[in-house]
Structure formats: structure tokens, C-alpha cells
């Protein structure tokens, strides 16, 4: 008799690549991040990917869709000869020497599902942003008056972090319209990021500077061994806001800091270190 108890299905255990990747709304996001303080599996699983978003942060937009591309073939070419269907295990065809072992079907489905949780969260994501993104960046135009002004929302109240949590405003290291502040959030299996970053609406006096059009823009972690790690990437232009989203390995205690960095070109805009 099947105990119904282990056969029901987690629902967030298919959460961890899209949370890593900043695919999750808002809600969601703190809604998996409360699931994570209970739930060791997921929390593994969440760990088990924590690098995904460096690796991908080392890539193009071009090389990583094609990448992802062809190791979805291989999968799906490694399914179809296993008899697995797309929506999971389908009747195992037996071969001569007898059926598929199941611990080699459940190993294979879970590599085909993990790709495809992949794929779904880099799709999921702004076009601008595409594969390459490390977290997703929600652009917001605003009007950079008086806090409170017309059109001006406030944020859902959300529940207070069950870890510490650090913020701090970071601070300019070349004249740019650009500011921003980050929260660095303890969690069971490193420091989930957010970022709140402002593009004025008036570019900077000085010719040249660039900053009258929009651009791309990504905010880097450094560890106290000296090792730096894109953790976001956004698109932004002049009158918009965004809040944007990553995650490291690294516990709060080894981060020596954080910079916001121009890509075009490529530049350290703001920077904050942590004693």
C-alpha cells in the first residue's frame, strides 16, 4: 500500500533554478525562501546550484542559448531511447536484456527535468537579459520627484527575514547618474542579494559620458579570498528603477563587498566594502 504521505509531490521542489535565477515574483520569492528554513531537500537543492549563476554570468547571451540548446537535444535523444516521455516517466520499453533499471530511469528524468527548470527560468526572464542573466531585473520608469508624488506605490509589507540581514547604500566611485543600495540576507545555504538601483532622468554634465541612452549594468560580489562574482545583470536608461535579484555561496561573513559595474563600457560605477 502506497503511503500518501511520501507520494505527494513537493510543489517548490521545482522552485530552486528559477530562485536562483530571479525568475520568482516577489511574493514568491519570499514565499520559497520561508519554505527554505524547513525543508532540508530543497535547501540541498537550492545549494547544489548556488553556482549556476556565475557559470552563466561567464557567458554570452549567443553561447549560452546555444549550449543549453544542445544539451537539451542529447537529453531529450537520451529519453526517447529510454522510452521517457516529456512529462516524465512513460512505459519503460523493455530491451533485450530486460527492462530499464528504475534507478536509471529516475536518475535520467531528474537531469531532463532539471535542464528543462533551467531553460524555463532563462526564458522566463527579460529579453535584454536573456541566458546570460544571473537574476532577473524588473525596469520600472518612474518620475524622480518628491517621495510620495502622483503615481507613487508602496511595497507589500512582507514579513520580517528569519536570518540578518545587512544593508547599505553604495557608494559612487565615478560622477554617474547612478545610485543604489543593496540587502545582503543570511540564508542556510549562502546570501540571497537584492539590489534597489535609481537612473536619473538628467545625464551628467560632462560630454561623452555615455549615459544619456540606456545600457547594460551587473552588480559583482567579491569574497574576503579575493575572488569576484557577477551576481545580477539589468538593463536600464535614464528615469527607471530597478530591483533586481542574486545570490552567492558565500556566507555574509566572507564578503569583503559589492560593486555595480557599467558594461558598455565596462567601468565600476559604485562600490560598497564590509569590515
Aim: glycine content about 10%; overall charge negative.
Amino acid at each position: 500500500m502506497i503511503d500518501p504521505t511520501k507520494s505527494r509531490r513537493d510543489p517548490y521542489e521545482e522552485w530552486d533554478a528559477a530562485y536562483l535565477l530571479g525568475a520568482l515574483s516577489a511574493t514568491e520569492r519570499l514565499e520559497f525562501e520561508a519554505h527554505l528554513s524547513g525543508c532540508a531537500r530543497c535547501a540541498g537543492a537550492v545549494a547544489d546550484l548556488a553556482g549556476l549563476p556565475g557559470l552563466l554570468g561567464a557567458l554570452d547571451d549567443d553561447e549560452a542559448l546555444a549550449m543549453l540548446a544542445v544539451d537539451l537535444r542529447a537529453e531529450d535523444a537520451h529519453a526517447a531511447d529510454a522510452g521517457i516521455a516529456d512529462a516524465g516517466i512513460a512505459d519503460a520499453r523493455g530491451t533485450a536484456s530486460g527492462p530499464v533499471p528504475a534507478h536509471i530511469l529516475v536518475g535520467l528524468t531528474a537531469r531532463v527535468r532539471l535542464r528543462r527548470r533551467v531553460r524555463s527560468a532563462l526564458f522566463g526572464v527579460a529579453g535584454a537579459v536573456a541566458a546570460a542573466v544571473v537574476a532577473a531585473a524588473v525596469v520600472l520608469p518612474i518620475t524622480l520627484g518628491g517621495a510620495g508624488g502622483p503615481g507613487a506605490s508602496s511595497p507589500p509589507t512582507a514579513a520580517a527575514p528569519a536570518h540578518p540581514t545587512v544593508s547599505a547604500a553604495l557608494d559612487a566611485v565615478v560622477p554617474s547618474p547612478i545610485t543604489a543600495s543593496v540587502a545582503l540576507t543570511s540564508t542556510t545555504w549562502g546570501t540571497s542579494i537584492s539590489l534597489s538601483c535609481q537612473y536619473r532622468d538628467a545625464p551628467p554634465a560632462q560630454p561623452g559620458a555615455g549615459y544619456a541612452q540606456p545600457g547594460r549594468f551587473a552588480l559583482y560580489v567579491t569574497d574576503r579570498n579575493g575572488t569576484t562574482t557577477e551576481v545580477s545583470s539589468w538593463s536600464a536608461g535614464p528615469g527607471a528603477t530597478v530591483h533586481a535579484s542574486g545570490s552567492t555561496a558565500a556566507p555574509i561573513a566572507d564578503i569583503a563587498g559589492v560593486q555595480l559595474r557599467s558594461l558598455n563600457p565596462d567601468r565600476t560605477l559604485l562600490s560598497r566594502s564590509f569590515d
